[in-house]
């Protein structure tokens, strides 16, 4: 038909090219409703079809064309839209209005254009209208609208219907309905506002859901769901903005009704409200627009459970024992504080004055020369939550030979910066998503950029932790418990390790419960919006991307570290896999320790075999699942679950930690003190050099799995990574990057690292706050999710952005871990050491 009118269809043609539509599958027919009036002719009904398109056309043009098969066919939509059950009359009637609206107002303001109509006899001849006057062309144009509408077009649609359009994402409610039976391509649907991930693309658009709250007549709604395209399954989140008319249940009815078989949707409202009506100014504004002028709210529809109220009554009692505590203390300082000073006054008075001088001194002075009475039981015990007591503690520093590895507190603390760091990029995904994320696309984007490999390789700030672990370990157990003959006979092992393990126990499960509780009963109430307060598709909030989401069912087996084995990973906190993992390895050490105090020969081979394990296993198991050894590159193939996660891949680095912690007295030691010649100097320097290299390389060794498409990345067939030097990283990229932060530790101790980086290192500035290290460890998942799932759009990645969001992150996490640490984990720590004479300090 097209061929044989190229005359009457050039304009369709050139509008087509316009768009960047040439080549695209054929439009008009797709337009055409199943019953076209008869009388209309074709030219005419292909015209006003394409003004539409025209009117609605975006910059995004494959989307728009797609776009307008679907809403062209708005009557076919209204009908099966009214065929839903228990949909009233007034909802039916909103429907039909909200969705008649951008095509009413688009004839309208089409037909009614001068310009437009005037710029070509052609199209003049298509609408019929050859030799008519202008006016009459333009009645000519809304008849004919009309005729295909069966609707009356004699004005826009009202202000309050247009904003619902403009505040509503591209697609809506209805159009999702049309998607699988058009069959429309991928490329279609990946120019909307998206997040795409390893698993497949994310469609995302909320919309301005405050915006539409202002309009008077409207009510904000997200539909979210999956749908199959081919063998590609997309998951999608609406924001809709619809006649107030319709209840949620209508809406859900109609989308039942609307949507084909195998689109699974869910339908959310009251998600956002008005703070009252528009008064004065902002009345005259929304009369003339539609919407405006109106504060918004999200409600927060979450119940308050016995969970919430526990905790809540868990953390008043803290800050009443604190708040107690605290008053006590000050009051027994300030009694002793007075009696000091009378103290003074009568050595004053007695060196000073001569005879039949003391009747000068107080007649009160003898009643209070008496010493404070000892603190009783219950003063006792509330002073372990003492604000003065810990607060002195958290800001004693110890100097010199007192703190002769000050460089750990450097690495803790800048350990625990990479792992927020790691997570500030990853948590995104989990939550808000990223609205870019094309970004990352290697070779090209980020991932396959050299400085880029900085952020995957904080994932080694477990690792740090582990050597430290070791080392310290290791020291502990050599020079307190086994330099004793008879903790080293079977007995005596026995009584001590099981001591051993409950005071770990008892250092790391209280704080880690109470953040548990605190993420999981108390972080619901602190948060906002859309994206907070709304269901997602898989029966989970987005503030439960904390690792919350399982707590309920499966918190035991973080009391019992087992969150790391298969069947319970990542159902509770599942970043606290390292604590399982750590604790898991720190009941070996005395294995290791007691074998070394026997034979310091057996202790290096059994140790030595350890690390062996430690660097074969990985790559046993890398070859038999046929992985890729990275942790972006193989998560498809569960590498992070199945090898990041597992204490016999990690063992490497607390292997390391004792074996250092061994070589310490009796090797390392003895070369403590600043250099004595330049050889020396150069030796030190030298060292140096080779833990900064064995560091980065480990870090930024990994972009060589990204130099390809991501596709090609994932896969062990097509990585540009030969099999070779796949087994070497995985072997080798943790013990190097371990045996890095060794040689910074062992150089910093023995004061012969590089001069103005030792100064920095060993700073006593970094012990406060790695003393808040664990704890915001545990913390820092919530502070994220706290700003991620406050927003009404995905995550736009940009450097500044991230960086700033980094820093706020970091000072966040470390003011919640201060109060953490002065609630729960400090006073445990005193309690333990006046009960069981362990922790404390």
Known sequence: FGSRHRTLFAPCFELRRALGLADSRPLLPAMLPATAPAPLAAPRLCYVSLVLCAVMARPIAAFDGFQLQLEERWPAMAGRAALAADVSPACNEGIKKYLLCKVVSGVFTVCANDQLLNSSESLRFALGCTGMDLEECKRQCIRDAETLANESINSPCTADFQAMQGFGAQLDIFTMGQLSDEGVPQASLLPLPNIKNMGGATLIKYGEPSHCAEIPTAEYC?????????????????????????????????????????????????????????????????????????????????????????????????????????????????????????????????????????????????????????????????????????????????????????????????????????????????????????????????????????????????????????????????????????????????????????????????????????????????????????????????????????CGQYWWTNLLFIQDADKYMGKCYGHTWYLANDFQLYMTAPFFGIVYSISRKAGWMFIGLGMLAGVLIPVILTAQNDWVPEIIAGSSQDFDKRFYMKPWCRCPAFFIGIALGWAWPSILERYKGRHQTCMGRLNSYLWAILGFGLCGLSTFGRMAFFQCTLTDCVSTATTPVSKFWQYVWVAFSIPGWCLGVSIILVLCSQNRFIPLLQNIFTMSLWQPIAKLSYSAYLIHTSILVINFCQQNDPIEYSPSRMFFNFVAFVVTSLFAAFWIHMFVEKPVANLQMKLLGGGGE
């Open 222 to 550: 997200v539909i979210q769901g999956t749908l199959a395209q081919g063998a590609q399954a997309f998951s999608f989140a609406l924001g809709n903005c619809l006649p107030k008319v319709c209840s949620e249940d209508e809406l859900r009815s109609i989308l039942e009704t609307t949507v084909p078989q195998g689109l699974n949707a869910l339908v959310q409202c009251d998600l956002v409200r008005p703070l009252g009506a528009a008064e004065g100014a902002s009345k005259s504004i929304q009369n003339l627009l539609g919407w405006g002028g109106i504060p918004v709210y999200y409600p927060n529809k979450i119940k308050f459970t016995v969970g919430a109220a526990l905790t809540l009554t868990l953390v008043l009692v803290l800050a009443a024992l604190m708040t107690v505590g605290t008053w006590l203390e000050w009051q027994r300082e300030s009694k002793s504080r007075r009696l000091e000073a009378l103290r003074d006054v009568q050595a004053n008075a007695s060196g000073v004055y001569g005879a039949g001088m003391e009747a000068a001194v107080p007649l009160t002075l003898e009643i209070n020369q008496q010493d404070l009475p000892p603190p009783s039981a219950l003063e006792g015990f509330v002073n372990h939550w003492s604000l003065l007591r810990n607060g002195r503690s958290f800001m004693r520093v110890r100097k010199g030979d007192k703190n002769p590895f000050a460089v750990i507190d450097f690495l803790k603390t800048f350990s625990m910066a990479q792992v927020i760091l790691g997570h500030s990029y990853f948590y995104i995904m989990s939550s808000a998503g990223f609205a870019n994320m094309e970004q990352f696309n290697p070779p090209n984007g980020l991932l396959g950029q050299f400085w880029f490999q900085a952020i995957p390789g904080c994932f080694y700030g477990v690792d740090s932790f582990f050597v430290i672990s070791g080392f310290l370990c290791a020291i502990g157990l050599d020079t307190k418990l086994f330099n004793n003959a008879r903790n080293r006979t079977t007995a005596g092992f026995s009584a001590k390790y099981l001591q051993f393990v409950v005071f770990r126990w008892l250092r790391l499960i209280p704080t880690e419960m109470f953040c548990i509780a605190l993420s999981t009963t108390l972080l619901p109430y602190l948060g906002t919006g859309v994206l907070w307060n709304m269901d997602r598709s898989d029966g989970t909030r987005c503030y439960e991307a904390n690792g919350s989401a399982g």
